[in-house]
């Protein structure tokens, strides 16, 4: 007698947004509800037991991030997510590094994050050189060598593009950083969590991290600032109290900050083994779709994220497209930040995507808990789209 197995039932709309924000993982909101309610002290609260606790999530946190990116626990300084992260290590260096130098060397599809603080920092006296990128949105290290001068004192580029995944050589960037004696802030946003990650190997100086990319809660991020060889300095963007060694004032966010510890620790005992799993789903999808002579790959295929997938489907009207997809699946045509822009993505046409390919692109993001299922209901209501294209 033959065993027949039932198949899963599909929940719909199906989420293949990922890389905008992700769920927070059931064991992360279990490890964050204490603090809401019964142990709801200020970490800063050193003279009872309410205050030790909070004290204590927060230490342990502090060590869940730093194993997560081989630094020390004391080089780790929470924030309300990336954006802020960003702020205070450009503005920060920007204005400790002043009697150094102006220039900072960064990338022309970093996320608007970093472009938005460059074009405020030039404003305050600071000149920026934009690297450009190549078709697969990998940028040049000669380019990047021959752009420094006297004055640098910052290189900023992002570990993994968020709209394409492409992966930046941060390895090889850290070490021109250091022969040069330049700091070196990257945006690891989107990389942490998905890619093994080293402050350490990759000589990076500041590092950010987002909590709610890595199934952890919105409003809780990291900034890695390395203590030693060099020691970097940052002037302080909020002031207010001296929490965070002075970096950042502000009452800390306890059950946010407790998340985010789980989920680096989630992530760093998963890592490989997701990665496998949802890269095989990422490229069936991929193969299934770029079958079609309309559909291609956005990005460098050879170097990217496990989980992310941005498709172009040229000659097809790319905002009818999204529509039609997003009514019962969810996925975006770039970076949430900046998706109510009717203008074709930045990222796109630095990698010399025409506009209407850029406006006819889309990002697939998997994750966690996305299932083969779902890929497989993703791939048969994309491709009947794409054959009748009269129907959008």
Known sequence: MVTILPRIMLKLPVYLDNNATTPVDPEVLKIMLPYFSEQFGNAASRTHSFGWAAEEAVKQAREQVAELIHADPSEIVFTSGSTEAINLAMKGAFEAYASKGNHIITCLTEHKAVLDTCKHLEKKGAEVTYLPVNEEGLINLKELESSIRPTTILISIMMANNETGTIQPVREIGTIAKQHQILFFTDATQAVGKIPVSVTDDQIDILCISAHKIYGPKGAGALYVRRRNPRVRLVSQIDGGGHEKGMRSGTLNVPG????????????????????????LRDKLENAL????????????????????????????????????????????????????????????????????????IRFGLGRFTTEEEIDYTIETVTKLIQNPGAL
């Open 257 to 280: 900050i407790a998340g985010l510890g789980k989920s680096c620790e989630i992530c760093r005992q998963q890592m490989n083994r997701e990665a496998s799993r949802i890269s095989a």
């Open 290 to 361: 770029t079958q079609f002579s309309p559909v291609s790959v956005n990005g460098c295929i050879n170097h990217r994220l496990p989980n992310i997938t941005n498709l172009a489907f040229a000659g097809l009207p790319g905002n009818k497209l999204l529509t039609a997809i997003n009514r019962t699946i969810a996925v975006s045509s770039g970076s949430a930040c900046t998706s109510a822009n009717p203008e074709p993505s930045h990222v796109l046409k630095a990698m010399n995507l025409d506009d209407e390919l850029a406006k006819s692109s």
